[in-house]
């Protein structure tokens, strides 16, 4: 069974801090997403990559950046942590065959950030 | 462009009875559909894909969907509730061009 795991569960941290959500799969995926879920928008995407070192906006990349330095590593920075994003996290991956859009994703249990 | 619509926020059901949870799509490519469920504290997890197979595409746990074309539908079903089926339930759609869409979600009550 494909695993994503995601370094924290809950994370408290204070507005203008940097941080860092780190995701690890172990099947060796090609794609990997970071989405924000929030009640009644569904998930939207922050930003996915489709291979090592490459990554490609999604709808709300404002913010946030991400790091792809290893195939089974994804990590998403909030340069200065502001409240507006207080969020779930939820980390992703997939098989690139077919395109992107065509396989199934296998998500991380997610990480609550509250930033205060 | 893409977009999904569930077509309700919240469906309360009773144990043993059917259950339905609506998603209309909007799609200029030929679309993949799937239908997600995440249990409280949890990530997604899939429970069925169309990938233009069979219309009628069956997933775990006794859930089934049918992709109908004509009515831009992709309805999710399950002839018997479970209580261990309340959950939220996600309908996506994607296509070739690389973009993805989530609905906002379903919540499903099941009660005893």
């Known amino acids: 069974d494909v695993k994503v795991t995601q370094s924290s569960r809950y994370l408290v941290k204070r507005t203008g801090e940097k941080v860092f959500l780190e995701c690890v799969q172990d099947?060796?995926?090609?794609?990997m997403f970071w989405y924000r879920q929030d009640p009644g928008l569904g998930l939207r995407l922050i930003y996915f990559?489709?291979?090592?070192?490459?990554?490609e906006k999604g709808d709300i990349p404002e913010g946030y950046s991400v790091s792809r330095e290893k195939k089974e590593r994804f990590s998403l920075i909030l340069e200065s942590a502001s409240t507006n994003q207080t969020s779930m996290y939820l980390c992703?991956?997939?098989?690139?065959?077919?395109?992107?859009?065509?396989?199934?994703?296998?998500f991380g249990d997610g990480t609550r950030l509250s930033i205060l | 462009a893409q977009s999904v619509t569930q077509l309700d926020s919240h469906v309360s059901v009773s144990e043993g009875t059917p259950v339905l949870l609506r998603c209309n799509y909007s799609?200029?490519?030929?679309?993949?559909l799937f239908w997600y469920v995440q249990h409280p504290n949890k990530g997604l997890q899939l429970l069925l894909k169309?990938?233009?197979?069979?219309?009628l595409v069956k997933g775990i746990n006794g859930f089934e969907a049918e992709f109908k074309k004509s009515e831009t539908s992709f309805h999710l079903t399950k002839p018997s509730a479970h209580m261990s089926d309340a959950a939220e339930y996600f309908c996506?759609?994607?296509?070739?061009?690389?973009?993805?869409?989530f609905g906002a979600g379903t919540r499903l009550t099941v009660k005893p």
């Open positions: 799609s200029s490519y030929s679309p993949s």
């Open positions: 992703a991956s997939s098989l690139l065959m077919g395109g992107l859009g065509n396989q199934p994703q296998h």
């Open positions: 996506v759609v994607s296509g070739n061009n690389n973009d993805m869409r």
């Open positions: 099947m060796d995926h090609e794609n």
């Open positions: 169309y990938t233009s197979a069979a219309t």
């Open positions: 990559s489709y291979d090592v070192k490459m990554k």
